[in-house]
């Protein structure tokens, strides 16, 4: 089937059928597509791709826009260099640039490595800042408008890798470099720069000529290296270039941090907004290995062309160093966020499904790696070398096809296990538990009916809204209904199992009081399909609220309601998710039982970790039963006090289940997003019974996971189930040397169980370079990943070690790897000047943004148990959700144009960048405010809130009036934007200034001094400066 | 002897007690050389629509340690108002109420007639009848479907205000709660693990949380209902509910798979069925009654695995202790039938299956606490059914044949002890004065506890002389007995029914004569037997048929008349003449004898034997065999193969069965369709003659005896040839093709041989 329908249709390119009719030329296209005009450039462009590029630059945008562009051509196009010899002494254009004394481009390195690393004087610093700061009008910079200016540094930044490496084979580079040289000199830099912008340009050029053949095989890799080069140089120039004086260099040390200009060092706003400015909006092609994906804030479309799209996966860098020496110089965590069924956008290609029939996918004999495009045919196609581990193995008859002339196999592209780097398998019965095919998964609602759940309304409006949730169970597109089961389960001290057989004229109810053995005493009438049982379903919830009405039962249970719902899956022989709706610390005898052990006082010291442990140890081994089990358990919580959230949680987070917690839930208020999150949690898209398993090349391999796993073994990923939004960050070690030529490839294995009962394999593949050059190693860095990794990481790490030993490590960590870019990268200059490499260049404002989280530094108004929630919350997120959580949004509102539907820019989350005046939206992904200034427009809160001023604003509410005025209406329509897609249904707070609750909201402020400790980014920032210095000396 | 004769089936009628003996020897020597033992039977609650109950209570004797209850047998100061206990001589004072008291006006206790009187008591709280219905629901489809049908009827002849409770079980149980609206509610318990009666009841939520300790004494009954209200509900509130909760049982839903039995959780079942009444009403009247469909097969109490290939223990099995789960849930069963017992619940069983259900481990359920067992092939047959519904039969009042709760308490005269009971009772260990050191039955104490009897419940109760030899009861000395039950009538009151009686005594040496002619041979069967069947519980079957024997001997030795060594001499009196053929026939009973019998099956007969009354006993021990010919009216011959003849139609009642046998040529006659031709129309009467009479016999006896019809060389006359004394065999062949009778192919000694070899011994110096 899937073979069809894959052949039948055009190659998976979403966009151009028509190349993928046409093979080779296909990879020359696959960059082309981004826009109409550039790819009749690039053709053209032929062999030495930097003229090219630079002629896009020059086209439209004069400036800066074109920069980026050029950026990103040279980032995307990385693979082409490879052919290059020439790029890998680019590299050494960085400050280690004299060790290599490359050939032919030592001639250019000079003016390179100077350009790359902006040092100021510290003198110097000051007068930058403020130029850039002003950025917006600064007479120096003067050409470029202000945005541009922040483009233009990037632009040059990176411009100049291009120029270089083609330098080294051709003219073009000269004019990057020489701009890069300016840079060197304190003051002009800036200018320069903007000058440089056409330097830009050359990246695409080196694009076009490796693309198609080279991806997989071997011409492309041994020249690998050079693409990194440049981009490395890249990435240092930018930096300096984008701030000149102040951010690249803090004053050393001694200089009072007070005088620094907030404005000076790097803002995360102006990275996003750039990376958005230049990579937003495009097609961004996996073809090359190595190269690095847009940010996670910028939208663009993503053709999987042999890579697995970044919103699979994301890494921390994307070239590893060669030798574990040299990653324990940088101590820069190697690691990969995988998404596996991160949600694709409707305007790219979902996944193909491969089906082999009953011989199941083709699997290297030695490692196991599945066919995908790391594997090399050889012997005329007889047999194929696996890219992993490197065994030679026969091709199974039934798969055997002849090469082309170029070595690839003739069905390259009519087999998506060939060129793709994202598809699915079929699995055979081998890949079933027992061999036996999996019966569809069932949803398992369990509802606390408690006598406060009763009397606040929630088991009613639960009831309620599962009657219309049903209805929308997840389904395969193909599918008319769904084949998902459902069933149902009360509890309070004992449970409440009802048989609702379509047969049966109304419920039953079965009552299990064994809450120490707990078991399931029905089978046939438990799990029912919802169409066929909906008269007695509906039945049923409408009679559980009054069926308990009289209820005064206080105590609950709850370990034995997990149990209850995994033995009922065991029993129905089916994975499935258990929801449970559960209110309060479950004191009831029962295993599981638990007691109020909240003790501030244990806050600031070692024992402070046991806050985040289990308070028994029932809860481990249940989870790991639900894991084996393929039970999944996704936990609503109704705190109105401490319910133990670091023990409730344990089994939700463990089998990849999702926590929402609700404090002091009213109906009347916080219906809306409870409801939301339902609905959502319901309807996503979710594998079953899954195990993952990440498999490498040689020469490095995954050592650790983070996430809603269960390991049982140091390399099976258990996951009773996993959904779109769950993300496992996995970290990779050195066990031998890594190649430059064969570089670092990934590949992770899904095997799991679809919401109708087939068993799937969801293959992703990744390749990554290897540099023994560090500067292509910091060139190449994420920070959103590395953010990403170094919350999981510390976050897993508060279970065992005390908090302040964790923060230590983490700023130990960031000085150590900025200390090692100054000390190996960067040019020469004065101890005291802060240097940062461009990709890292906002590492300092999110470290310290997860320096203060309350996980991890404990305020006094934040519960126990909100931190146990945070710290679960932070540890299944990808890069996006962690990204937003730890750096808010903060959008000014007073200033919208009602009549555009863009998000006004964001600006940086401090306060002084807030008016009286204005109205601000803060979001991070779990919370939502509208932060009000006192003098407030009236027309704007009349238009919002419908009241006439300020004061009448009632603060309760949690979410807007829906107003007919184009205020509101926009308002409500970003807060919507800002909202899709996340996770979780964020919780809107209405924050007047100076009035109490604003105190909360300034939390989110996180570039500000914490009001109970935390530094300032500023502070930070100098404080992280002090520890390089020291590191270097 | 008619006088004798007269006298025992008076007394009988009166008191419903037969003795053994009807005069007693007068020392303990003595007696102990009469080798039957001085004992009686007694049946407590025998129907007596002559005899209305008093409406108020009785009058006892002053001294604690006796506390006798004033009879026609006490002497009476009518001037002093004083009476004098004929127990332990204390002088008491009547009470006010009886001041007017004289000789001519006579409370009924002190009239010679009234040596029984029933007092019904006013006091207490009055607790209505409860029935706890426990249902397997791992039956047949047809099965289940016939046995909800059984139950739904017997909804309706339960009193209106009668709580029922209904809990079903499979691989699970699940105790129903009866009073829900809109949602039928169960709870449900894992049927591998057993409970506690503490831990039940905090799962049924029973106890409640903030219940005082204690002082709230007067309140509890009022919490009753309240308590119990979710699982006994009154029958007239919850009718429709529970009519409907039955016709929806559906059988177990866990599949079974091929090779296995389904899983059965009977002893978790029945543990929360006594728990549940144990804490919500312990000593009231209530009944459990347990319905199954097969052995249980999983957790405390399981009988069998679940493996088919694995059959149930046989006889073979237990005697080379093979039956890995036997000793295991007897002592399940055993631990849950005294707590029944202690507090007055009885449990009955109905197990209904074509292979063994358990019943051995289950029958002291049964067996202590006075239920009933029922055995039957299937729910679905007539057997069950009317059996079951017997159960809820009526007197001539209108109330049940049924009462709870009971305990019988035995008085005697200072010359007797009281050795023990055999019979659906438990001991209350109440040791006291009259009790015997020496146990016979349930001994060791002068109280038992009858949680459920009914007017045929008959108990053998064992007395010990203990009068020494040198210490001679003066002349016309009397010895008595007073049987003392208190019980829950079915019409919830309390009631006493007390029976005094007394006998005289006798010198053995001087007064052989007298104490011979006393002896009642039917009633000293029945309580050998039962003495022997008790003996088999525990013992070798072979060694219980050598101390019967040995017994028959030394009696024949004692009371026969002969010449020593000289068998042809040995003569017995009129009063001892039948009593050697009932020993042939118990010895081939299937009460002693287990061959042919599963264990089940042996478990059945024996509860049955051990509480019916002397008649269905002798039923029991010597089964009936009437005769229908042309040659004249039906009459009774001989359980002897030479009964069996061509021309004639027989009719056996073995109590647990009636068959009805054609002989050859009736049979031929009946295939060649005579009966419907109206010239041979007294061949159908005749055909239809034992038919009558059978289905008279079905009417009344409970439980339902098996109906067989069968004719000359049927397979089923196997039942009829089994019972038969085989006086022609293949190996006698005096009578060999002769027209007299049918020879039985068995190599079991007739009774011709055995009283052969009884003369012999009996007469012989050997022994």
Redesign the interface.
């Known amino acids: 089937m899937s073979q069809q329908g894959y052949v039948a249709t055009p190659p998976y390119s979403q966009s151009q059928p028509g190349i993928g009719l046409s093979p080779p030329h296909y990879g020359h296209y696959g960059d082309p597509s981004h826009t109409g005009s550039p790819p009749g450039m690039m053709k053209p462009a032929g062999p030495l791709g930097a003229a090219a590029p630079g002629g896009m630059l020059p086209q439209g945008h004069p400036p800066h826009g074109p920069h980026q562009f050029g950026q990103n051509g040279a980032h995307a196009q990385g693979p082409p260099l490879q052919r290059f010899p020439g790029p890998p002494p680019v590299n050494s254009a960085a400050p280690s640039y004299a060790p290599y004394s490359p050939s032919t481009q030592s001639s250019y390195p000079s003016p390179v490595s100077t350009s790359s690393v902006a040092q100021l004087g510290t003198q110097l610093s000051a007068m930058h800042v403020n130029s850039y700061g002003s950025g917006m009008a600064p007479p120096s910079q003067g050409p470029p408008g202000p945005p541009s200016a922040a483009a233009a540094f990037q632009g040059p930044s990176r411009s100049p890798q291009p120029s270089i490496l083609q330098p080294g084979s051709q003219v073009l580079p000269p004019p990057p470099t020489a701009l890069n040289g300016p840079s060197a000199s304190p003051l002009p830099p800036s200018t320069h720069r903007q000058d440089g912008l056409p330097g830009p340009a050359p990246p695409n050029a080196q694009y076009q000529p490796p693309p198609l053949p080279g991806q997989t095989l071997g011409p492309g890799y041994p020249l690998q290296q050079a693409n990194y080069g440049p981009q490395m140089a890249g990435a240092q120039l930018s930096y300096p270039g984008g701030f000149p004086g102040g951010p690249a260099q803090m004053a050393g040390p001694p200089q009072p941090q007070k005088k620094l200009d907030p404005d000076s060092i790097p803002s995360p706003i102006q990275v996003i907004e750039n990376d958005r400015a230049t990579r937003g909006g495009q097609v961004y092609t996996t073809n090359t290995r190595g190269q690095i994906p847009p940010l996670v804030t910028t939208d663009c479309t993503i053709q999987d062309q042999g890579n697995a799209s970044p919103r699979y996966i994301r890494c921390t860098t994307y070239c590893f160093p060669c030798t574990s020496d040299m990653a324990k110089q940088a101590q820069i965590p190697l690691a990969a966020i995988i998404k596996p069924f991160a949600t694709i956008p409707s305007n790219e290609t979902p996944l193909y499904l491969v089906n082999h029939g009953e011989t199941g996918p083709v699997r290297c004999n030695r490692c196991k790696a599945y066919m995908c495009p790391f594997m090399q045919f050889i012997e005329g196609g007889r047999r194929y070398q696996c890219g992993f581990c490197n065994c030679v193995n026969d091709v199974p008859p039934f798969y055997f096809q002849h090469l082309d002339h170029i070595g690839r196999r003739l069905d390259h592209y009519e087999k998506p296990e060939l060129s793709l780097g994202s598809y699915e398998y079929v699995a055979t019965l081998d890949y079933c538990r027992k061999n036996k095919p999996p019966s569809p998964p069932a949803f398992i609602f369990m509802i606390d009916v408690s006598y406060s759940n009763i009397k606040n309304g929630l088991v009613k409006l639960i009831c309620e809204e599962l009657k219309t949730v049903l209805e929308k169970l997840p389904k395969e597109d193909q599918e008319e209904t769904s084949s998902l089961r459902v069933g149902f389960i009360t509890y309070n001290k ?1 449970l ?2 009802f048989n609702v057989k379509s047969t049966l004229a ?9 809450v120490s ?1 707990v ?1 399931v ?5 438990f799990l029912v399909s919802y169409q066929e049982s909906q008269s007695v379903i509906h039945n ?1 919830l409408d ?1 559980i609220p ?2 308990f009405a009289d209820s005064n039962e206080n105590e609950t249970v709850f370990a034995p309601v997990i149990r209850a719902g995994m033995e009922a899956l065991k029993a129905a022989d089916c994975p499935g998710k258990l929801f449970i709706f559960h209110s309060s610390l479950p004191t009831a005898e029962a295993p599981g039982k638990l007691k109020n052990r909240d003790d501030k006082k244990l806050i600031n010291t070692d024992k402070e970790k046991i806050l985040f442990q289990p308070q028994t140890n029932v809860y481990d081994p249940l989870a790991k039963d639900c894991v084996a089990h393929g039970c999944c358990v996704t936990l609503f919580l109704f705190p109105s006090q401490y319910v133990d959230v670091a023990s409730l949680g344990l089994v939700p987070q463990l089998t990849g289940g999702t926590l929402y917690k609700y404090n002091n839930f009213q109906v009347h208020l916080d219906s809306q997003q409870f409801l939301n999150d339902l609905r959502n949690d319901i309807e996503k898209k979710i594998g079953f019974d899954a195990i993952m398993r990440v498999r490498t090349s040689t020469g490095f391999r995954a050592t650790d996971f983070f996430g809603g796993i269960y390991m049982n073994n140091t390399t099976d990923v258990e996951m009773a189930a996993i959904d779109c939004d769950k993300a496992v960050t996995v970290e990779f070690k050195h066990d031998d040397k890594l190649s430059e030529d064969s570089g670092a490839l990934i590949q992770c294995a899904v095997l799991y169980t679809t919401v109708s009962g087939q068993r799937r394999l969801r293959i992703h593949n990744l390749g990554l370079n290897c540099s023994s050059q560090l500067a292509d190693l910091y060139k190449s860095c994420e920070t959103d990943a590395l953010i990403n990794f170094f919350a999981k990481s510390a976050f897993k790490a508060v279970l065992h070690q005390p908090l302040k030993v964790i923060r230590e490590i983490l700023v130990n960590q960031t000085a150590h790897v900025l200390a090692c870019y100054r000390k190996n990268c960067a040019s020469p200059s004065a101890a005291s000047q802060l240097i940062l490499p461009d990709s890292m260049k906002v590492l300092p404002v999110y470290m310290n943004c997860l320096l203060k989280n309350c996980v991890l530094l404990s305020r006094p108004e934040i519960s126990t148990d909100e931190r146990a929630y945070q710290r679960q919350l932070v540890m299944t997120m990808g890069v996006a959700d962690s990204q937003l959580f730890f750096y808010p949004q903060l959008r000014p509102i007073h200033t919208l144009d009602v009549k555009s539907t863009t998000l006004p820019a964001a600006i940086r989350c401090s306060e002084s960048r807030l008016s009286e005046e204005g109205i601000f939206l803060l979001a991070n992904g779990v919370n939502m405010f509208l932060w009000l200034g006192v003098s407030s427009p009236p027309e704007l809160i009349q238009g919002i809130f419908n009241v006439p001023s300020f004061a009448h604003v009632n603060t309760d509410i949690t979410s807007l009036p829906e107003l007919g005025n184009p205020y509101s209406q926009t308002l409500r329509m970003i807060m919507g934007i800002i909202q899709q897609k996340r996770p979780y249904s964020m919780k809107l707070t209405i924050v007047k200034q100076r009035e109490q609750p604003e105190m909360v909201f300034r939390q989110f402020l996180v570039e500000d001094k914490g009001l109970y400790g935390g530094s300032s980014y500023v502070d930070f920032l100098c404080c992280v400066h002090k520890e390089i210095c020291q590191l270097l000396n | 002897m008619a006088t004798y004769l007269e006298f025992i089936q008076q007394n009988e009628e009166r008191d419903g007690v037969r003795f053994s003996w009807n005069v007693w020897p007068s020392s303990r020597l003595e007696a102990t050389r009469m080798v039957v033992p001085l004992a009686c039977i007694l049946t407590p609650l025998k129907e007596r629509p002559d005899l209305p109950p008093v409406q108020y209570e009785p009058v006892l004797c002053s001294r604690p340690t006796c506390k006798a209850i004033l009879n026609p047998l006490c002497q009476v100061d009518y001037r002093a108002k004083l009476w004098a206990c004929n127990f332990c001589f204390q002088r008491n004072q009547f009470p006010p109420a009886y001041a007017g008291i004289s000789e001519v006006n006579q409370p009924a206790e002190l009239m010679p007639q009234f040596s029984t009187v029933e007092y019904v008591i006013q006091r207490g709280a009055q607790s209505p009848l409860i029935f706890l219905y426990v249902v397997d629901t791992c039956l047949e489809e047809d099965d289940l479907q016939a046995l909800k049908e059984s139950l739904q009827m017997s909804l309706s002849l339960l009193p209106p205000d009668a709580l029922v409770g209904l809990i079903t079980f499979g691989r ?1 149980v ?1 105790v129903h ?1 009866l009073s ?1 609206e ?9 049927g591998t ?1 057993d ?1 506690t009666a503490k831990q039940i009841q ?4 029973l106890t409640k949380p903030a219940v005082p300790v204690h002082p709230a004494r007067p309140a509890q009954p009022q919490e009753h209902p309240s308590i119990s209200s979710r699982f006994l509900q009154p029958i007239h509130k919850i009718d429709m509910n529970l009519t409907d909760l039955l016709g929806e049982l559906q059988r177990d ?3 079974v798979p091929q090779g296995k039995r389904p899983l059965r959780s009977t002893g978790v079942a029945l543990s929360i069925a006594v728990g549940l009444l144990e804490g919500t009403f312990p000593n009231t009247g209530a009944r459990i009654m347990l319905f199954i469909g097969g052995p249980p097969t999983q957790g405390p109490g399981m009988v069998v695995g679940d493996e088919l290939k694995v059959p149930i223990r046989s006889w073979h099995d237990i005697e080379k202790d093979n039956a890995r789960f036997m000793k295991k849930a007897t002592k399940h069963y055993e631990m849950l039938a005294n707590r029944a017992a202690a507090n007055g619940h009885c449990v009955d069983i109905y197990a209904c299956a074509l292979d063994q259900t358990g019943l051995l481990e289950m029958k002291c359920c049964t067996n202590l606490t006075g239920g009933h067992m029922v055995m039957g092939d299937s729910f679905n047959t007539s057997l069950f059914k009317q059996t079951f519904q017997r159960i809820f039969s009526k007197d001539f009042n209108g109330n049940f044949r049924m009462a709870f709760g009971a305990t019988l308490e035995v008085k005697t005269s200072r010359e007797l002890k009281v050795a023990g009971a055999i019979g659906p009772c438990v001991s209350l260990n109440v040791k006291g004065p009259c009790v015997s050191e020496n146990e016979l039955g349930v001994g060791g104490t002068s109280q038992w506890k009858i949680c459920g009897l009914d007017p045929t419940s008959t108990l053998g109760i064992y007395f010990e002389v203990v009068n020494q030899h040198n210490a001679p009861i003066p002349q016309g000395g009397r010895g008595a007995i007073q049987f003392v039950t208190h019980y829950q009538h079915s019409s919830t009151q309390r009631r006493i029914r007390v029976t005094t009686i007394a006998r005289n005594w006798a010198d053995a040496q001087s007064q052989l004569k007298h104490i011979e002619a006393a002896f009642d041979q039917e009633a000293a069967a029945v309580l050998m037997a039962r003495l022997g069947v008790f003996r088999a519980e525990s013992e070798e079957g072979p060694d219980v048929l050598r101390w019967l024997d040995r017994q028959l001997i030394r009696l024949c030795q004692k009371f026969g008349q002969y010449t020593k060594e000289d068998p042809a001499s040995f003569r017995l009196s009129d009063s001892f003449s039948l009593y050697p053929q009932f020993m042939f026939h118990l010895r081939r009973s299937p009460f002693l004898q287990v061959f042919n019998n599963s264990p089940d099956e042996s478990s059945y007969y024996r509860h049955h034997f051990a509480r019916q009354d002397l008649t269905q006993s002798l039923i029991m021990i010597q089964p009936i065999l009437y005769s229908y010919s042309f040659h004249g009216p039906p009459e009774p011959v001989l359980l002897d193969s030479s009964s069996i003849l061509a021309d004639r139609i027989l009719l056996m009642d073995t109590f647990f069965q009636i068959v009805i046998y054609l002989g050859e040529t009736i049979a031929q006659w009946q295939k060649a369709g005579y009966q419907d031709m109206p010239e041979y129309e007294n061949f159908k009467h005749l055909l239809q003659a034992p038919l009558d009479d059978a289905q008279e016999i079905l009417h009344t006896r409970f439980p339902m005896p098996r109906y067989i019809n069968t004719e000359h060389g049927g397979s089923q006359a196997r039942f009829l040839l089994s019972k038969v004394n085989p006086s022609q065999t293949h190996n006698n062949l005096y009578a060999w093709g002769q027209e007299t009778g049918a020879p039985i192919l068995t190599d079991d000694v007739s009774l011709q041989v055995f009283m052969d070899h009884l003369k012999k011994l009996a007469v012989s110096s050997a022994c």
């Open positions: 004992v409440h199992f109304r419920p039953q109810m079965m009552v299990v009081t064994d053995e078991f005493p029905l089978l046939d009438g049923l009679q009054e069926m | 699970m699940q709660e829900c809109g949602i039928s509610k169960s709870y449900v318990f894992r693990k409970l905090d799962m049924l939520g839903p866990w599949p």
